[in-house]
């Protein structure tokens, strides 16, 4: 599962490049989702991923990709980072009673999300026909398919590394007029 996810979150990788490089833009005023600023996410979100950390170790092998400060800033950046977060949404944080259990603000940090998602979606209109295609491609993967253990090995990496997601949207994430 962690190949088979570690493949996904390359090809989405790719598919963010080929964005930054076409220069899919959005020129629509877009705000700056609140969670982005609230110590109480940021609080439960290094709650929940240093729980996953402590967890792991591999600590060599990263699934987000890394995207520099100068991609941090390009004016379409704030969109490839909620098509990758609505992967996550979809694929490692939804609502799971054994991983709600395992990592206790899961809850919070998940609803903060989501909501960050919400109000970005009309303002990436133009990247969700690619994130359709990226979702038809992933859906083939069926990530349980190897043992529950190695299945839970990986997301608990992706888990970990949702801090590293929340700050890249707080990055590229500012409010456009």
């Known amino acids: 599962p962690l190949n088979k996810m570690m493949k996904s979150l390359t090809l989405l990788a790719v598919m963010c490049c080929w964005c930054f490089q076409r220069g ?3 020129h629509l005023t877009r705000p700056r989702p609140k969670p982005l600023d609230s110590s109480a996410t940021w609080n439960d979100l290094f709650m ?9 170790a591999d600590h060599e092998t990263r699934l987000l ?50 909501r960050i998602a919400h109000i970005l979606k009309p303002h990436c209109v133009s990247f969700q026909k690619l994130f359709d295609n990226f ?5 083939r993967y069926n990530y349980k398919t190897a043992s529950e253990r190695e299945y839970e090995k990986t997301r ?22």
């Open 135 to 139: 979702n038809q491609l992933t859906s």
């Open 65 to 114: 990709p890394v995207f520099s400060e100068v991609m941090l800033k390009e004016e379409n950046s704030c969109c490839v980072n909620a098509m990758i977060l609505n992967y996550y949404l979809k694929h490692i944080l939804h609502a799971d009673e054994h991983v709600d259990k395992k990592y206790p603000h899961i809850r919070f940090v998940r609803s903060d999300l989501q």
């Open 24 to 26: 899919q833009a959005m």
């Open 156 to 177: 608990n990496k992706a888990v970990g590394e949702t801090i590293i997601l929340f700050h890249y949207l707080f990055e590229s994430c500012n409010a456009r007029i």
């Open 48 to 56: 929940m991923t240093k729980h996953a950390q402590l967890e792991d």
